[in-house]
T-cell receptor, first 111, second 111 residues
Framework: QQQVKQSPQSLIVQKGGISIINCAYENTAFDYFPWYQQFPGKGPALLIAIRPDVSEKKEGRFTISFNKSAKQFSLHIMDSQPGDSATYFCAASMGTDKLIFGTGTRLQVFP | DVKVTQSSRYLVKRTGEKVFLECVQDMDHENMFWYRQDPGLGLRLIYFSYDVKMKEKGDIPEGYSVSREKKERFSLILESASTNQTSMYLC??????????FGPGTRLTVT
């Protein structure tokens, strides 16, 4: 019930393509869904987050799509660039409770 | 800018040694967290603290303890290091349990 399942584990995309990472959850009480981006040698940093009262949130080339009925949310990176190569983590939390992280997706964008 | 610093980037210890990992944040955040990051397992919460001298067990507290004597400092202690504690350790702080700010991590190797 507390798990967040993330896929794929790794993703290779050509420059200019769309990167899509998916996450699924079981606990319907979750009310906050962030995505974190981690570059090699650095700690994760918040990229974008969504609450379940909206179905989509866009910030630049990054979009979260949220499907409440399916209990799924996904990160879309449009016009993927080599500089987007990183590990991405989805997460979920309930109120001010701790974050539950997915297992991570290693994205590689090739020129 | 929020800054979370960790005392060491790389650490090599022997089995059975007592290990201290220090974390300091400079933004007066109430909440602090210790995670370990392992390939394919994502970020797993070891311990967290919502206030000075307060601590709560996370998902994998066995073999670890923590100390928070001052608001800005949160220490992770491995009482008797074992090889299965070889990992990347990440500290984070948060003003409100939503956005978490991570340090750069300490890569600990136990031989």
């Amino acid at each position: 019930q507390q798990q967040v399942k993330q896929s794929p584990q790794s993703l290779i995309v050509q420059k200019g393509g769309i990167s899509i990472i998916n996450c699924a959850y079981e606990n319907t009480a979750f009310d906050y869904f962030p995505w974190y981006q981690q570059f090699p040698g650095k700690g994760p940093a918040l990229l974008i987050a969504i609450r379940p009262d909206v179905s989509e949130k866009k910030e630049g080339r990054f979009t979260i799509s949220f499907n409440k009925s399916a209990k799924q949310f996904s990160l879309h990176i449009m016009d993927s660039q080599p500089g987007d190569s990183a590990t991405y983590f989805c997460a979920a939390s309930m109120g001010t409770d701790k974050l539950i992280f997915g297992t991570g997706t290693r994205l590689q964008v090739f020129p | 800018d929020v800054k979370v610093t960790q005392s060491s980037r790389y650490l090599v210890k022997r089995t059975g040694e007592k290990v201290f990992l220090e974390c300091v944040q400079d933004m007066d955040h109430e909440n602090m967290f210790w995670y370990r990051q392992d390939p394919g397992l994502g970020l797993r919460l070891i311990y967290f603290s919502y206030d000075v001298k307060m601590k709560e067990k996370g998902d994998i507290p066995e073999g670890y303890s923590v100390s928070r004597e001052k608001k800005e400092r949160f220490s992770l202690i491995l009482e008797s290091a074992s090889t299965n504690q070889t990992s990347m350790y990440l500290c984070a702080s948060s003003p409100d349990s939503y956005e978490q700010y991570f340090g750069p991590g300490t890569r600990l190797t136990v031989t």
